[in-house]
């Protein structure tokens, strides 16, 4: 087994590869001054079971690219088998449809990632779950929800006041597994997106009042939805609202919407790597995939149950 990287996650592939007791394999992904994208393998994969890590984070296109170009240097190096290890797939918003004569670009992009040469893909929260079938191959969706538990768990004393909330009827499932995981109340929040880009707080349905909710979702990007669900948590009486967001793409003034938000806190993991503005901001703390990743990858290599993981 040998652990490689692009350009997307170094300090998660880093501790991905601590995690696994092996070095992180010698790859240069480089740009000519064209900023045409180089891949060279500088060390012997051939038979080997190789895991490429790359989040296709901004810049997406970029890390995309790196990442079928990785690939394919490592098929025409005659490797044995190729994991594409994908902390955050980026297109997965763009699953279905949304009008006419537009395309379904994560079903694109999986084409493309089987296409580069993957054998296997192992990803984490993706947005939809029907994604996972767009794969002609196998594809493995972890779930940070054991993560997130365990940082809960630390943080609050008591559980019995927790009530844990999903931010739209969409995101009911993930909200139920966590709830699940210390038997805690869920709520939901019912809003209505009047324009696109825009969230309107509509109502909250569940029993809030005098709790501390988290809240939790898969991606956070503008922050205006997790800033609004706050807003409404507070003016129904919740005590404290943190969120639990597994993927921070954190784009425009994300960062600083929150700093001036009503939030507790925004924790967020390391699928992508965050910038040093958000490391630096005062109410948004990472933490981190890499054992999660680390033990899929292990028993990826040595054909043990993954889904176990979640048991």
């Known amino acids: 087994m040998k652990l490689f990287a692009g350009n997307s996650n170094r ?23 064209d ?11 051939r038979g080997e079971d190789v895991f490429i890590l790359q989040s296709t984070s901004y810049p997406t296109n970029d890390h995309l690219m790196e990442l079928l170009i990785m690939m394919d240097a490592f098929m025409r190096s005659s490797a044995r088998r190729i994991t594409a290890v994908i902390p955050y797939f980026g297109y997965a918003r763009q699953d279905r449809r949304a009008s006419g004569r537009t395309p379904i670009s994560a079903k694109l992009v999986a084409n493309m990632i089987t296409r580069a040469g993957a054998d296997r ?11 996972q079938g767009f794969f002609d191959i196998p594809t493995d969706n972890l779930f940070s929800v054991p993560v997130m538990a365990r940082d ?27 709830a699940k995981r210390f038997d805690a109340q869920l709520a939901i929040v019912d809003k209505r997106r009047e324009r696109p880009g825009e969230s309107e707080v509509m ?34 009486g919740a005590t404290s609202v943190t969120a639990y967001i597994t993927h921070g793409v954190l784009s425009g003034g994300a960062v600083t919407r929150i700093a001036g938000s009503k939030l ?15 490391l630096d901001a005062p109410n948004i703390r990472v933490i981190s995939i ?22």
Do not use: W
């Open 11 to 33: 300090v998660l592939a880093e501790a991905v590869a601590r995690y696994l007791n092996i070095p992180l394999g010698k790859a240069s992904v480089r740009r000519f001054a």
């Open 35 to 45: 900023q045409e994208i180089f891949v060279e393998i500088q060390e012997n994969v």
């Open 121 to 131: 893909v192992l990803t984490l929260d993706l947005h939809a779950g029907q994604i």
């Open 152 to 178: 809960v768990k630390a943080k609050y004393k008591q559980l019995g006041n927790v009530v844990v909330v999903s931010p739209d009827i969409g995101g009911v499932v993930r909200a139920r597994a966590l």
């Open 203 to 236: 109502n909250i349905i569940g029993a809030v009042a005098g709790k501390d909710c988290l809240l939790i979702d898969d991606i956070v990007d503008s922050g205006g939805t997790l800033c609004n669900a706050a807003d409404a948590l507070l003016a129904n």
């Open 264 to 278: 507790q806190e925004l924790v967020i993991t390391d699928s992508i790597q965050p910038t040093q503005g958000v």
């Open 290 to 311: 890499a054992d999660l990743m680390g033990e899929a990858i292990s028993r990826t290599a040595t054909e043990e149950s993954v889904s176990s993981l979640f048991d």
